[in-house]
């Protein structure tokens, strides 16, 4: 059974950095494509980025409007996905939920909150 | 960057009805098209990929259909556990994007 498990959500001040984790297991990570996806407050769903598998060349890609501040990686080691966010803003406030590929399994999400 | 256009943006409906919910891509897709529904409070779940392709385990009563900018969500008889949010998902060219959702509710 595939499992993702998102950590590191929390409250953080504007401009501020937090890393988010998605720990999987029950399928092989270091051959998917994995995302991540946000859901603000009563909004509907946004694709933060991707990275390939290493295999696929690894290449991060991301939504322009966290493009520069957000860095995706993948540890294959530990079947772990990561979400960097750095000069956070109010609007990156949301839950945010990793999934596989192209949204074949999720997790249950993490939030942030931004706010001073 | 492709936008998807998603209609209706809501919608109340009866149980047994005849659902369907149209995404429309500002460019060709081709077959790049998923469907996710999202109960409230819930985590979203995916119906179909490459437009048509139902999920394992997802009811016969949702189909998919449409290939280049037009797609189609069919729920053939609405029941009451598909009160709920959808969304599409394109994924042939990044960035990524989602239709806005369609909140289909109890008439």
């Known amino acids: 059974e595939v499992q993702l498990v998102e950590s590191g959500g929390g409250l953080v001040k504007p401009g501020g950095s937090l890393r988010l984790s998605c720990a999987t297991s029950?399928?092989?990570?270091?051959?998917?494509?994995m995302s991540w996806v946000r859901q603000a407050p009563g909004k509907g769903l946004e694709w933060v980025g991707q990275i390939k598998s290493k295999s696929g060349g690894g290449t991060p890609v991301y939504a322009a409007a966290v493009k520069g501040r957000f860095t995706i990686s993948r540890d294959d080691s530990k079947d772990t996905l990561y979400l960097q966010m750095n000069s956070l803003k109010t609007e990156d406030t949301a839950l945010y939920y990793c999934?596989?590929?192209?949204?074949?399994?999720w997790g249950q999400g993490t939030v942030v909150t931004v706010s001073s | 960057d492709i936008q998807m256009t998603q209609s209706p943006s809501a919608m109340s409906a009866s149980v047994g009805d005849r659902v369907t919910i149209t995404c429309r891509a500002s460019?060709?897709?081709?077959?790049?098209l998923a469907w996710f529904q999202q109960k409230p409070g819930k985590v979203p779940k995916r119906l179909i990929y490459?437009?048509?392709t139902l999920e394992s385990g997802v009811p016969s009563r949702f189909s998919g259909s449409g290939s280049g900018t037009e797609f189609t969500l069919t729920i053939s008889s609405l029941q009451p556990e598909d009160f709920a949010t959808y969304y599409c998902?394109?994924?042939?060219?990044?960035?990524?994007?989602f239709g806005g959702g369609t909140n289909v509710e109890i008439k």
């Open positions: 490459s437009a048509s």
């Open positions: 029950g399928f092989t990570f270091s051959g998917a494509w």
């Open positions: 999934t596989t590929g192209n949204g074949g399994g």
């Open positions: 460019q060709g897709i081709s077959s790049n």
């Open positions: 998902l394109q994924h042939d060219t990044f960035p990524l994007t």
